[in-house]
């Protein structure tokens, strides 16, 4: 068995791994975002040929996970896409999503001619989504299959959303355990990652490879973001991710409102057509999460959810404070973008990101102070208070997967540290490395290496 490493690697996006053995099946199949460098992989032909590849795994919904997958199947794939049951109901929304953006970016460039291109196209349509999104085949949890002829499969939940899963791969004698993104053990909304026993390698993400989430109480940070905002007439603008983040808020934001650590009457609004279909699903799977029946129906209670484009502009003609939480996470897209141009140059407003901001994206560069922004071809001020919530994260910390590597009972052969930026994916090397003593490194885009038993313990 061998792992080519296409994804992930030097970033936190495009996640892909090609395991070969006699058959070929791919985990993950993701969007690379951030720096131009890294986009333009998702325009240049693959590095592998798509109709040479047997099956898809995807570990869960997020589009750095399954956001290339529309042009995968476009461009000759043909077999199916395995998943959890929760994730194909993601997917179905957030790749429909993704290619709508696509070709409203590619309309609104052609329209107002801030593109390099004539004319703009879409990375992928509708229509390419949907093709990708009729190979779907959901699997249980903890169900062992054969994925591809002489590669067995298992999924074992890894918190971090709504359906995500870790995927372990059996082939030639030994097993390679991917561990998708990992989820916290103290998540407000999602149970813990399974405990593993052993797997002869390990990929593991270390988004949050060199640092520990601050050891601050969320609720109390918001209540004091939006109070403060408030008071100075101000509008707390959240990027926000439409799967995990946004629900994550809205329960932060019902129990605030509860206590009356925020006013009841303050409007909160979710501008994403997208999340609330996303918050309908969290509540048919309640199975999954932490969330009683009463905190799932306050999810949907708490919030407007706003469905139209002309509600979206009514929003921006407001003066009123108020709470609006739109897509994307990163600020790269969706209905974020109009809000953060009408919002972002009054000082009296807030900008809330609520976790990892990618290199190269727009929330890394305001997040790190940028004066000013490029939104839709022009330069945007950014006076407004900025803060980002890195508690929100739903990513395990160094330390937390640390402690979850700790249970292991068998060390692995080895650990592959992808999904995280260069100097996150070196400390949780060393860390490894010092803590236990296992073979760790750090692998670059289109690295292969070979899979083999560990010996016995």
């Known amino acids: 068995m061998k792992i080519r490493f296409l994804g992930a690697t030097g970033t936190v996006t495009g996640s892909k791994y090609l395991v070969s053995a006699g ?10 975002q951030g720096y131009k460098q890294l986009r333009l992989r998702n325009w240049a032909p693959p590095p592998v040929d798509p109709a ?4 898809i795994v995807l570990t869960h919904a997020h589009i750095d996970h399954s956001g290339y997958l529309p042009l995968f199947v476009k461009r000759g794939f043909g077999g ?24 409203e970016q590619a309309e609104h460039a052609n329209r107002y001619g801030w593109s390099k291109h004539a004319p703009a196209l879409p990375l992928y349509t509708r ?51 991917f561990s998708g993104d990992l989820g916290r053990p103290d998540d407000p909304i999602m149970r813990p990652p399974a405990d ?16 520990s989430h601050p050891a601050l109480d969320t609720g109390a940070e918001i209540a004091s973001i939006v109070s403060r905002t408030a008071r100075r007439g101000g509008v707390v603008i959240v990027p926000a991710f439409a799967v995990g983040r946004a629900q994550a808020l809205l329960l932060h934001l019902h129990r605030l409102k509860a206590s009356g650590a ?34 799932c129906a306050a999810l949907s209670n708490v919030a407007r959810f706003v469905a139209t484009p002309d509600e979206s502009r009514a929003l921006d003609q407001s003066s009123w404070p108020m709470v609006i939480l739109a897509g994307s996470g990163m600020a790269t897209g969706g209905r974020v973008l109009h809000h953060l141009e009408r919002f972002a140059p009054d000082a009296r407003n807030t900008i809330l990101f609520t976790g990892f901001q990618a290199g190269g994206t727009r929330g890394d560069s305001i997040v790190r102070g940028a004066s000013e922004v490029k ?83």
């Open 23 to 32: 058959s070929r099946v791919l985990v993950d199949c993701g969007l690379f």
């Open 127 to 177: 229509k390419d989504a949907d093709a990708a999104l009729a190979r779907l085949a959901p699997l249980a949890f903890d169900r062992d299959w054969e994925c591809a002829p002489g590669i067995r499969a298992a999924l074992r939940p890894a918190g971090h959303i709504l359906g995500a899963s870790m995927v372990e791969l059996h082939a030639d004698g030994a097993s390679c355990l």
């Open 262 to 295: 925020i006013p009841a009457a303050l409007p909160v609004y979710v501008d994403s057509p997208m999340a609330t279909d996303v918050t309908h699903i969290y509540v048919r799977h309640r199975e999954e999460h932490r969330l009683d029946e009463r905190e």
């Open 196 to 211: 593993v026993e052993s797997a002869d390698e390990l990929v593991l993400e270390s988004t949050y490879g060199n640092r």
């Open 375 to 457: 939104i839709h071809g022009a330069y945007v001020p950014v006076r407004a208070e900025v803060r980002n919530l890195e508690t929100l994260s739903a990513h395990a910390d160094a330390g937390e997967i640390l402690d979850w590597l700790a249970r292991w009972k068998k060390a692995p052969r080895r650990v592959h540290l992808t999904h995280g930026e260069p100097a996150a994916a070196d400390a949780l090397r060393r860390r490894i490395g010092e803590r236990f003593g296992w073979d760790c490194e750090v692998p670059d885009y289109l690295e292969e290496v070979d899979v083999a038993c560990a010996s016995p313990a």
């Open 52 to 55: 040479s590849v047997e099956a």
């Open 80 to 103: 199916p896409v395995y998943c959890s049951e929760a994730t194909a109901e993601l997917a179905a929304i957030l790749l429909r999503d993704s290619a709508h953006l696509q070709e």
